[in-house]
């Protein structure tokens, strides 16, 4: 495989990095709308969230969302692996009198780094639920339908709960996961734009702003979420 990535221009790898990011952006959107049922509590919290995991499975539009985001997300990672080992093949030597600090920030420099950690914390999490969710044997619930389903509101709760003995280190591991993600798109999200070439005086401080908004509020959201539920449990 060329260590030039996925595509064989630079065009082409800038294009398909910022669609496959800005596609997840929107993944991240849904997937916390989603999420924040966990904060009803009690009978109520339980049907809203395991009605909304059933929809989530079988609905057919959605299911082919879902298999574009995992596409997404191994696009978005495999390509941006292979960048980055061809931006450094490029330039083996760093400049004696570099000052990285000064030409770009901390998240645009460390971007193979955040994704890293990213992309961990995306198997851990698919590990703990997704395949819970698919291949697991939890408890069962019984909608108001009547359908039954799996209980994965209580596969969340236990997992960050007094029933998971590591669950203080999986709310640290989700904390540092969330500030990665946030630093990732810090960058992340105005670059994409500026990769299909929306950059202007008038327009770019804009898509600078709301891309530093979604990067913390967005992952501040999703970190909250284990905040509260071990709070709530202990």
């Not at 596409?71 to 990672?77: E, R, S, V």
């Not at 913390?216 to 539920?229: C, D, E, G, Q, R």
Request: charged share 10%.
């Amino acid at each position: 495989m060329s260590n030039k990535g996925l595509f064989p221009t630079s065009l082409s790898k800038k294009y398909a990095m910022a669609a496959t990011g800005l596609f997840l952006c929107l993944f991240l959107v849904g997937h916390l709308l989603g999420n924040l049922q966990l904060f009803i509590p009690g009978a109520e919290g339980k049907e809203a969230f395991n009605a909304y995991a059933l929809f989530m499975t079988t609905f057919p539009l959605v299911k082919v969302l879902s298999y574009l985001t995992y596409f997404g997300i191994l696009l978005h990672a495999v390509d941006g692996i292979l960048l980055a080992r061809a931006n450094r093949a490029a330039r083996p030597v760093r400049y004696a009198k570099e000052n990285g600090a000064a030409n770009a920030g901390w998240s645009s420099r460390n971007m193979a780094l955040l994704g890293t950690i990213v992309l961990a914390f995306i198997a851990v999490h698919m590990q703990n639920f997704w395949y819970v969710m698919h291949f697991g044997e939890p408890g069962m619930y019984s909608l108001a339908s009547g359908e039954e389903v799996k209980d994965l509101h209580q596969v969340v709760m236990d997992f960050f709960g007094p029933a998971n003995s590591m669950a203080i280190a999986a709310v640290a591991f989700y904390l540092l996961a969330q500030a990665a993600i946030g630093f990732h798109l810090w960058h992340g999200f105005a670059s994409a734009f500026q990769s299909f070439g929306l950059r202007s005086a008038k327009y770019t401080p804009w898509i600078e702003r709301v891309g530093q908004a979604f990067s913390v509020l967005v992952p501040l959201a999703f970190a909250v979420i284990p905040v509260y539920l071990y709070i709530s449990q202990h």
